[in-house]
């Protein structure tokens, strides 16, 4: 096989894509556990918040009334927030990067390959979220039609889900790519980034202004009032942190 | 031993799969019909907000109680085929009630207070939207950060329902 | 017909703190040939096969691998593998969700083979890696290795923690494959005697630096024995290159050069001196011994 000669016509785009595609299905099969966890917690806790209803149903006094305010669209966003930030933070550390390594991938590939990953996997989450919450609003309608002290209000609608879903997607990958950028700068060096930290929140207790400074950038993404401008606000920071987290990476030996 | 452990994986996720169609195909229409009910004349009662007080009112056809002065929507849904009762106060102020569907061009009005009242205990089940909507104001009650933009409420035959609400104006 | 080369290291050199594992590194590898990496403990075998792999970059100098830089560079890197003991697949997958990720990033994966190789070694594929027992786990990494059907396979220690039948079958199972399928297979093994008749070549490495890279065959012939009295061994040697020397009373045993003439070993013969072939596993010994005089019994800490 003339190895040397197939290398020498540039234009080789194939073991790039394979690579990529390859390293994409081995992140998302690799936190398929992550998913079945995730649902399983979400599900029960809709279960729990419907037979909590059902109880306070069963067993109220007369004239008594009760408020379940539930949502497993609420829930689910918090959830996922937390498990995918934790799960950036993780996928950063020398065990997590030597696994990926174990198969042919090269670091610009590593990178692209996490950051489309984020967003499946975000888009995922959410969507198992979403089918979760029309179980909620199904199992709601029965009940509602079962029990005739049961009201069932459903604030969910299209007009608000797909907004909804698109800026919760936004937050994730904000979330993500901060626990990733994060991670990467950590691993590279602990000392300098706790260093950094530390004095970081030394001058936000003794100063104001970097406190301030906190509350603008909160401001930024929080208290933006247009939905365009906070997702466009959203991914450019996501991406930006991405690119920044490629800067050590790039250079990045593996398997030391 | 792992082919039948595998033959019964695969047997629960096929009888998972199976429950879960059954349930959409059963469901899907009432939730469709639930969320999806338009508000025409043929199909909807009108009710004047003079006329308000005590009104019996068909249950199956969805109910727009409509005041004159504001031209506020309310839409409310029943499931039941008896009579839906509702009772509504007059504030001090003999304005507006309520709007829990906004109207796409005027007369902003935001749902601020419901209330049902039972000869019995009853529970209110909410299923609240995305959270990260809360920083937009279109989809959040500055006075009770109810985040709802829109919402239907199923009352079941033989309870009342007292709905309030206020303009306001940009 | 002009052979390929497939490793080129010139002045290849890597340093980690204040270590020199690589130090210098100058050789050129054939493609198509399997090649042993040989050398002590910390000699910088498996630095030379991480930095073959892409996972270190050099420090100084260069290696590159069928004409093109290593690092980062993806066609070259798919067209290798590297197997070793510290392998870590995500321990929560199955073994067939891995081989089925060998097929999806390997071209040439030949999944018949790998699946029978998973059945030749008694390996349950829906077993979870984590559960797998160190021996079970050399072998599954084995068929990962063979099963790539890399251009280029890196096996560093590939028997680690296999018994001795199931070594020889692996040698024989990598013999036969080879020879159906040719490629550059690279081994770094201690156990040199067991897998000298599959080399073809060896690069004896020692702290880092090149010792030795000849064939096979030049390496068997290399060094000799001379056994019998020491007064006529120990002043023949003197202008030879020693290997090695033990005394036992009147009596010495050393290793030298092989490159006698027809006096010389005339010579020995008539003094009653025993002249025997040196095996290829004690020239490696013997040319990557460290400065030290003796054995343990005169080491002064």
New interface residues.
């Given amino acids: 096989?003339?190895?040397?000669h197939e290398?020498?016509n540039k234009g080789?785009n194939?073991?790039?894509i394979?690579?990529l595609?390859?390293y994409i299905?081995?992140i998302l099969?690799?936190n398929k556990?992550s998913v079945l966890i995730f649902s399983s917690i979400l599900f029960g806790v809709v279960l729990f918040?419907?037979i909590i209803?059902l109880l306070?149903?069963k067993f109220?006094?007369?004239?008594?009334?009760?408020?379940?305010?539930?949502?497993?669209?609420?829930s689910g966003?918090?959830s996922v927030s937390i498990m995918a930030s934790v799960s950036a933070l993780v996928w950063t550390s020398k065990?997590e990067v030597?696994?990926a390594?174990?198969?042919?991938?090269?670091?610009?590939?590593y990178a692209l390959g996490n950051f489309i990953s984020s967003i499946m996997g975000s888009f995922i989450f959410l969507i198992i979220t979403s089918l979760i919450?029309?179980?909620?609003?199904?199992m709601?309608?029965?009940?509602?039609?079962i029990?005739?002290?049961?009201?069932?209000?459903?604030?969910?609608?299209m007009?608000?889900?797909i907004?909804?879903?698109f800026?919760?997607l936004?937050?994730l990958m904000l979330f993500i790519a901060a626990s990733y950028c994060f991670g990467v700068y950590f691993v590279k060096n602990k000392i300098i980034v706790s260093a950094i930290l530390g004095f970081v929140f030394i001058l936000a207790i003794t100063f104001p202004w970097p406190r301030q400074a906190i509350v603008e950038v909160f401001k930024f993404f929080?208290?933006?009032?247009s939905?365009a401008i906070?997702c466009l606000k959203l991914w450019g920071t996501a991406m930006i942190l991405h690119i920044a987290a490629f800067i050590p990476v790039?250079?990045m030996?593996?398997?030391? | 031993m792992s082919r039948q452990n595998a033959g019964k994986v695969k047997t629960l996720s096929l009888v998972i799969v199976i429950i879960a169609i059954i349930m959409l195909l059963v469901f899907l229409p009432m939730l469709y019909y639930a969320t999806n009910t338009e508000l025409s004349e043929s199909n909807t009662n009108y009710v004047n907000y003079d006329e308000l007080d005590k009104i019996e009112i068909d249950a199956s056809k969805p109910i727009s109680l409509d005041y004159s002065r504001t031209s506020a929507l309310v839409k409310l849904e029943s499931w039941e085929n008896n009579y839906l009762k509702i009772t509504a106060k007059k504030g001090a102020d003999n304005k507006l009630r309520a709007e829990i569907t906004r109207n796409e061009d005027y007369n902003k009005i935001t749902l601020t207070d419901f209330g049902i009242s039972s000869d019995e205990g009853y529970v209110v089940y909410t299923t609240q939207t995305w959270l990260p909507l809360l920083q937009f104001d279109k989809y959040r009650d500055s006075r009770f950060n109810s985040r709802v933009y829109e919402c239907t409420i199923n009352i079941p035959n033989g309870l009342s329902l007292d709905v309030r609400g206020n303009r306001y104006y940009d | 017909m002009s052979v390929e080369k497939v490793i080129e290291c010139c002045n290849l050199t890597k340093k980690f703190n204040m270590k020199t594992a690589l130090n210098n590194l100058t050789f050129s590898l054939d493609e198509n040939k399997i090649i042993g990496l040989i050398g002590r403990n910390g000699a910088g075998k498996t630095t030379f096969l991480k930095t073959c792999a892409g996972y270190i970059k050099p420090s100084a100098g260069s290696i590159t691998i069928w004409g093109e830089k290593v690092f980062n560079n993806i066609d070259v890197l798919s067209n290798m593998i590297f197997v070793d003991e510290e392998i870590q697949y995500d321990t929560s997958s199955r073994l067939k969700d891995i081989i089925d990720l060998g097929k999806t990033y390997y071209k040439s994966w030949d999944n018949k083979f790998a699946l029978k190789l998973a059945r030749y070694f008694n390996l349950d594929l829906n077993l979870k890696y984590k559960k797998l027992s160190r021996g079970m786990k050399t072998q599954f990494n084995i068929i990962m290795g063979l099963s790539s059907r890399s251009p280029l396979t890196l096996l560093d220690e590939p028997t680690l923690g296999l018994d001795a039948a199931i070594r020889k079958e692996f040698y024989n199972i990598l013999l036969k494959d080879y020879m159906e399928n040719p490629r550059t297979i690279i081994i770094s093994s201690h156990l040199l005697s067991e897998i000298e008749s599959l080399l073809e070549e060896i690069v004896l490495i020692k702290e880092g630096s090149l010792v030795l890279h000849e064939s096979v065959e030049t390496v068997q012939e290399y060094g000799i024995y001379l056994n019998g009295k020491k007064d006529i061994i120990l002043p023949f040697i003197q202008n030879k290159e020693v290997l090695n020397v033990e005394v036992y009373g009147n009596d010495a045993v050393a290793a030298i050069k092989n490159d006698l003439n027809k006096n010389e070993t005339t010579y020995l013969s008539e003094n009653s001196i025993d002249i025997s072939k040196v095996p290829m596993q004690d020239v490696c010994i013997f040319l990557t011994k460290s400065k030290r005089e003796g054995g343990f019994d005169e080491f002064e800490a």
């Fill in positions: 096989m003339n190895l040397k290398l020498r080789y194939e073991n790039n394979r690579s595609k390859s299905k081995y099969k690799s556990r918040n419907m209803a306070i149903i109220s006094s007369s004239n008594s009334s009760s408020t379940v305010n539930s949502g497993a669209l609420m966003f918090i065990a030597n696994k390594f174990v198969f042919p991938i090269n670091r610009q590939i919450s029309i179980f909620e609003i199904l709601g309608n029965l009940i509602a039609m029990f005739n002290n049961f009201v069932f209000i459903n604030e969910i609608n007009s608000n889900f907004p909804g879903f800026v919760s936004s937050y929080f208290y933006e009032k939905i906070s790039r250079s030996e593996v398997k030391v």
